[in-house]
């Protein structure tokens, strides 16, 4: 079936840092995708989203970058700061309409 | 504008009660969204909405009902609570228009615990 995975269940930054969480999908005709942040005893919040004719995209402080040659997408989040941590989950959505969840990677940032 | 809010944050149950959640948005959207978060599995979809009156299964249907009768509200039922059923429970909504399975607000989430 489906799936979509993130290649670190965890990763520990400096501060002022960037960060860079990865995550891989299985499925070829997944055409949209996201990224969600979602803080400890919240609910997900949307970052940024891209679609599959687009190989990149910036937002605030953020880029993502989709290789759909690996099936590879990226968050990029720079000059890390401590209200970037968080747990960072993708999702990507498939021609059927079903988005599927990675299971997240927790960013500690460290003073 | 208050988004997306859920009532109970927080709820125990006993094996066999029912409860309602609900879920309520205030920012007009058409499309709402029921999922359960479980350690290790990731978020995933119970019951969706794209509209008043409108209601669709999603990836994990099974011992939950929905309805919604008004637009700004997405109610989540359980008949007969089970222990598998123990989790933490998100509402979202997004607007209509898009891409029906791309949530855009999430609530706050209700902890549910049966035993």
């Known amino acids: 079936g489906e799936s979509v995975g993130l290649h670190l269940p965890t990763l520990s930054v400096q501060e002022g840092d960037n960060s860079i969480i990865n995550c891989a999908y299985s499925n070829s005709a997944s055409d949209y995708f996201i990224w969600y942040k979602q803080e400890s005893g919240k609910g997900p919040q949307f970052i940024i989203d891209?679609?599959?004719?687009?190989d990149k995209r910036q937002g605030q402080r953020v880029t993502v970058l989709l290789n759909k040659t690996v099936k590879h997408l990226s968050l990029q989040i720079a000059a890390t700061q401590p209200g970037d941590s968080a747990v960072y989950f993708c999702?990507?959505?498939?021609?059927?309409?079903?988005?599927?969840f990675g299971q997240g990677t927790t960013l500690q940032v460290k003073p | 504008n208050a988004g997306v809010t859920q009532t109970p944050k927080f709820r125990v149950l006993k094996t066999g009660q029912s409860m309602t959640l609900l879920c309520a948005q205030d920012m007009n959207h058409e499309y709402m969204y029921w999922y359960r978060q479980d350690p290790g599995m990731g978020l995933r979809l119970i019951h969706y909405?794209?509209?008043?009156?409108?209601?669709a299964k999603g990836e994990v249907p099974d011992g939950y009902n929905v309805s919604r009768l008004k637009k700004q509200n997405f109610l989540l039922g359980l008949e007969s609570a089970a222990p598998s059923q123990t989790s933490v429970y998100f509402c979202?909504?997004?607007?209509?228009?898009?891409?029906?399975?791309?949530?855009?607000?999430f609530g706050p989430g209700t902890r549910l615990t049966v035993l």
């Open positions: 979202a909504s997004s607007a209509g228009g898009g891409l029906v399975g791309s949530p855009r607000f």
């Open positions: 999702a990507s959505l498939s021609n059927t309409g079903k988005l599927i």
């Open positions: 909405s794209v509209g008043e009156g409108t209601t």
């Open positions: 891209i679609r599959s004719n687009m």
